[in-house]
């Protein structure tokens, strides 16, 4: 049996702490994986100096997850080309209004029996509906694409402090393969065959794109419009935090956003997603974690403390991190309201007309 060629695609605050995983794991699973493991990483000087080359040479991202090492057998490649050629696993991990066009580049540059999986937070909402991003990856590569998703922040993966976190594939053998790449004693998979379910549960807790993202990163103009749904939740988190709120209320925006995103997959989703689900990892378990130490509430709560702009705060505050929501809300509003269906999303609602039509903080608690 040859051995699985695994190449990481993208290398940010979470790509860099799954490589820490991956770079493990392909080492400690040797009857079935390469142990180089090729990440591609997005071309940057830091400190006058290419950070690929500061990466091959410390064998850390400093500008991205500083502080971790990263195993000596991750290989940093600023080609994208290069860095997928031939793979037979591939692991997508970059910022999801960047999904697309790294997607066309990597076109007939795959291994033929090559799989991907998909650990992007997101979702695109198009005219015609909405699309996942194994779909997007799919449909643009040709190649069938599980997902990973889960209660993880990065920083606290790194720092290998216990946590679980959920795979969706419906392919069982392709399954396990993924659950030996990533699976250790401080990052505890659960493989689960509802890919829909896990990437709908990761982008309805984080909101992003549409209109102003893409005005940001323009897509070709044939391409449907990207729309994820999902900080709203975490916003609304942030929001009661920079008011001062206890626990108490913060577990009240948790639980309506639970119940929006529960309504939001079955009406636009229905029989595809398993209720079970939102009881995994990449669930409940992933809202909460998001609304206590993300980075969406963290700027969501300086929002409220400062009064600064949230493009502003992003920049100030997140040193080249991408937030994978704020700018959307305008977006997903669009979306409900051409659908009337505003009313029926009180908490993503409120949560527009405040960060868009200037309503006071305090609506997150009085009108939703
Ligand atoms: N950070 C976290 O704790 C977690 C993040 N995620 C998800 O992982 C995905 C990736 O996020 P992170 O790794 O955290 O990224 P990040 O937000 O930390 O970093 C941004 C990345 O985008 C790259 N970039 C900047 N301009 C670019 C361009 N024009 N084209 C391509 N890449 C460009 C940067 O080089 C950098 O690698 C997102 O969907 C996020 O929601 C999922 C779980 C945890
Ligand atoms: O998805 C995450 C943790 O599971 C990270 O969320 P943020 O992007 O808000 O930091």
């Known amino acids: 049996m040859s051995l699985e060629k695994v190449c990481i695609i993208g290398s940010g605050n979470w790509g860099s702490a799954v490589a820490k995983l991956i770079g493990t794991n392909t080492q400690r699973h040797g009857n079935l994986f390469e142990s180089s493991v090729r990440q591609w990483v997005f071309e940057e000087k830091v400190n006058g100096e290419n950070l690929t080359d500061i990466i091959n040479r410390e064998h850390e991202n400093i500008k991205y997850l500083q502080g971790i090492k990263l195993p000596e057998n991750i290989v940093a490649v600023p080609s994208v080309v290069d860095a997928c050629k031939d793979a037979t696993l591939v692991v997508f991990v970059v910022p999801h209004q960047f999904v ?32 996942l991003f194994s779909e997007e990856i799919e449909r643009i590569l040709n190649v069938p694409c599980a997902a990973l998703s ?24 392709d399954g396990e393969l993924f659950y030996r790449l990533f699976d250790t004693d401080y990052f505890r998979i659960n493989v689960i065959q509802d890919h829909v379910g896990v990437q709908l549960c990761g982008a309805l807790k984080n909101v992003v794109a549409g209109k102003n993202i893409m005005t940001l990163y323009p897509p070709p103009q044939t391409q449907p419009l990207p729309l994820s749904l999902s ?38 989703f229905g029989d595809m997603v398993q209720t079970e689900t939102f009881f995994e990892s990449c669930g409940a378990a992933d809202l909460i974690t998001t609304c206590s130490g993300g980075r969406n509430r963290k700027v969501a709560e300086a929002f409220v403390t400062t009064g600064k702009p949230i493009d502003v705060l992003e920049k100030e505050l997140l040193n080249g991190q991408k937030l994978q ?16 269906m505003t009313a029926e999303f009180p908490l993503f609602n409120t949560v527009y007309r405040i960060v868009f039509e200037n309503a006071p903080v305090e609506c997150i608690v009085r009108d939703i």
Do not use: W
């Open 325 to 340: 929501g704020t700018l959307s809300a305008a977006e997903v509003h669009e979306f409900l309201s051409a659908r009337n």
């Open 150 to 173: 889960g209660a993880n922040i990065a920083d606290e993966v790194a720092k290998e402090k216990f946590c679980e976190s959920t795979i969706g594939c419906p392919n069982v053998q």
């Open 100 to 131: 697309r066009g790294v997607c066309e580049q990597m076109k007939g540059h795959l291994a033929p029996n090559a799989r991907a999986i998909s650990l992007i937070k997101g979702l695109e909402i198009t005219s015609s509906g909405t699309r």
């Open 231 to 268: 900080l709203f939740l975490l916003v609304g988190a942030g929001f009661t935090d920079g008011l001062g709120y206890g626990s108490n209320t913060k577990a009240a925006i948790i639980r309506r956003g639970l119940m929006e995103m529960r309504k939001f997959g079955q009406m636009f």
